[in-house]
Every structure is written in C-alpha cells, then in structure tokens.
Nanobody, 125 residues
Framework: QLQLVESGGGLVQPGGSLRLSCAVSGSTLGSYAIGWFRQASGKEREVISCMSSNNDYTRYADSVKGRFTIARDNAKNTVYLRMNNLKPEDTAVYYC??????????????????WGQGTQVTVSS
C-alpha cells in the first residue's frame, strides 16, 4: 500500500516562496504518476500540477503556471512542489496524490488512487 506524507506548508507573505514535499513509502515512486492538488475553504479540490511516471510530461493549471514547479527525486522517493510569488488566493490545503503506471499526466482528480493527508499553506500579510 502506497503511503504519501506532505510537509513544508506554513504561513508566508504575498510574493514569498515555499517548497512542499511529498514523501512516498510502500513502493517505488518511479512507477507512479504524481499530482498536486489544493482545496481552499468552501471550494472543491482542484488539480494544480502533475508529472508522469517517466517524467516525460508535466502540466500546470493556468492559475499557477510560471510560478509553481513540480519535481521528483526517485532516489529519495520524494516529490516536490516549488511555489514562488505566492498570492493570497493560493491559500489552501495542498495534497499530493499518486496513480500507478501512467506514462501520461492525468489532470483528473478521480484517476488518483493514493492521497496524502494534506498540508496547509496560508498566504497573508
């Protein structure tokens, strides 16, 4: 059973940066496509970035394109989300998720089988 644990959230001022980590255990990270999602209070969970299992494909939501970067370190079984130029509207609980064996980059929430517990990101002055 794959397990994912997010970390790195916190309070940051507008324009600041954070790097979220998603530590994966129970299997080999390289076999999974990974997605990052977020859910703001009162809103639905939305996908913001994904990376295929073979690292060939990445994709970003328009709201974060140019500011966020997804990366993985298979040797450390960890996925990262680097977030720059943060805005108050980025405030949300951030989740990583995984699905086995996809060489594509799914931008659909229901495709993902494994989820972390989430980490809170608050952007405020």
């Amino acid at each position: 059973q794959l397990q994912l644990v997010e970390s790195g959230g916190g309070l940051v001022q507008p324009g600041g940066s954070l790097r979220l980590s998603c530590a994966v255990s129970g299997s080999t990270l390289g076999s999974y496509a990974i997605g990052w999602f977020r859910q703001a209070s009162g809103k639905e969970r939305e996908v913001i970035s994904c990376m295929s299992s073979n690292n060939d494909y990445t994709r970003y939501a328009d709201s974060v394109k140019g500011r966020f970067t997804i990366a993985r370190d298979n040797a450390k079984n960890t996925v990262y989300l680097r977030m720059n130029n943060l805005k108050p509207e980025d405030t949300a609980v951030y989740y990583c998720a995984a699905v086995y064996g996809l060489g594509s980059c799914p931008f659909v929430r229901d495709v993902y089988d494994y989820w972390g517990q989430g980490t809170q990101v608050t952007v405020s002055s």
